[in-house]
């Protein structure tokens, strides 16, 4: 395991390399975010901080894992690849409808989850006709996804809903960058113990590559990662999930995602069902804040949870 924590600093150094230059352009070529009017107030002075940062990692996340795992063996892992892409280039075609709009609203929800819908879809039938859907876990099994039909419509749920749910979470600088890359690092350990290699290099890549983007962006953000980066990231979790067989596990170590796509959904439900809000704002992040919490106080709480359920998850 030591050993491949050159591939940790290796795509640290790259995505630092990418992702300086990248800052400044988008700087130069003014594409900015506009922060939603309906968020705290405080965060209205960010308005107009440069957006799409997370094309550095994303393009670490991509490449790299092409050069350090032998895809002759598993073609999975080039899926996996191609399934980070695909979600990066939809985050990215949002995130330049939101400038060209100059507000913060890209594509529409449905255009969002259909082109998320079809694109892990691809993935999962991809996974399919490897035969994963045959070698999924004793629990897994028991609930039927051994057929390729529910493994699929299982897959594409745990890829959209992963995606969406680290998409949530990117509202506080650092968070997401911080908690996914603890994630990452997670996976990486369980992998390890899995005696998975090209999972461990896959997941050490994607960690390095992220974490180099606090720098960027925390404690005060020069550039936001954009959707290009948080659906990416959560696309990768959920891919690396899937190819580990380590669906349940995800639900534990991803386990803030979970909990920031809860607050969400129950807040929706509550308001349109009954006219009243669970939470003063969501998602749960923000509902910290206006208990009074600093935007700092919530991203190291939101770090220590994710760590915590980092370790749970290697436990189980």
Not at 17 to 25: A, G, H
Not at 136 to 143: C, E, K, T
Not at 224 to 253: K, N, P, R, T
Not at 285 to 306: K, S
Request: hydrophobic fraction near 60%; charged fraction near 10%; proline fraction near 3%.
């Amino acid at each position: 395991m030591l050993y491949k924590l050159f591939f940790f600093f290796s795509a640290a150094v790259v995505s630092f390399l990418i992702t300086f230059p990248l800052v400044r352009m988008l700087r130069f070529f003014c594409l900015t975010q506009s922060v939603r009017k309906e968020g705290p107030a405080s965060h209205q002075g960010k308005t107009g901080t440069p957006t799409m940062g997370g094309i550095g990692f994303v393009l670490v996340m991509i490449a790299l894992p092409l050069i350090f795992i032998s895809f002759e063996f598993d073609h999975s892992y080039l899926a996996l690849a191609a399934l980070v892409a695909a979600f990066s280039l939809i985050g990215l075609l949002d995130d330049l409808l939101k400038i060209f709009k100059q507000q913060n609203l890209g594509l529409t929800f449905w255009q969002k989850i259909l082109l998320q819908t079809f694109t892990g879809g691809m993935f999962a039938f991809y996974l399919i006709k490897l035969g994963y859907h045959l070698t999924v876990g004793p629990a897994l099994s028991w609930l039927g996804l051994a057929d390729p039909v529910l493994f699929w419509a299982f897959a594409v749920f745990l890829i959209v809903g992963g995606a969406n749910a680290t998409n949530l979470s990117d509202g506080l600088n650092g968070l997401l960058a911080g908690s996914g890359t603890i994630a990452l690092l997670a996976f990486a350990v369980l992998a390890n113990r899995l005696g998975m290699a090209d999972a461990v290099t896959f997941c050490l890549v994607a960690a390095g590559a992220l974490v180099v983007f606090l720098f960027f962006n925390f404690p005060k953000a020069k550039v936001f990662m954009g959707d290009v980066g948080s659906l990416s990231v959560g696309a990768a979790l959920a891919g690396i999930a899937l190819i580990m067989h380590q669906e349940l596990a995800l639900a534990v170590i991803g386990g803030l995602f979970v909990l920031e796509a809860l607050s969400v959904i129950i807040q929706v439900t509550s308001y349109k069902l009954f006219k009243k809000r669970v939470f003063r704002m969501a998602p749960l992040h923000h509902h910290f804040e206006m208990l009074g919490f600093t935007e700092l106080q919530v991203v190291l709480g939101a770090w220590l949870v994710a760590l915590a359920l980092g370790l749970i998850g290697n436990m189980l």
